[in-house]
């Protein structure tokens, strides 16, 4: 399976809230199977420079996985964050997850 991880854009809304509520992935996040396609837009609008997104893409360009790492903005707590991840269900366990795993942790661990 070929896919591509990189940064969110305003044009994943519809993919990433196509994935927040599909039954196998909204019941271990913290959003609900109403989430609209304006809610993620929204979200990505706000983003901000604590706020590090990223989505694994196929190659026809369909949101397969997403991922976000917020880092903490005061300066006594620099060195904490929150990491949250979810994975369309027909590409769980395989591989797509762990990939970006790896790609937050190498941003929290070299940039």
Not at 61 to 76: D, E, F, H, K, M
Request: hydrophobic share 45%; aromatic share 6%; charged share 15%.
């Amino acid at each position: 399976m070929d896919y591509t991880i990189r940064p969110v854009e305003p044009g994943d809304a519809p993919g990433i809230a196509a994935l927040r509520r599909m039954p196998g992935v909204f019941e271990n996040t913290l959003g609900l199977p109403s989430c609209r396609t304006a809610d993620s837009a929204a979200f990505l609008a706000s983003l901000g420079p604590n706020d590090h997104n990223f989505v694994a893409a196929a190659e026809d360009g369909t949101i397969i996985a997403a991922a976000g790492l917020q880092v903490c903005s005061n300066p006594r707590m620099r060195h904490v964050g929150s990491i949250g991840l979810f994975v369309h269900t027909d590409y769980q366990n395989q591989g797509v997850g762990t990939a970006l795993m790896k790609a937050m942790l190498d941003l929290a661990d070299n940039w």
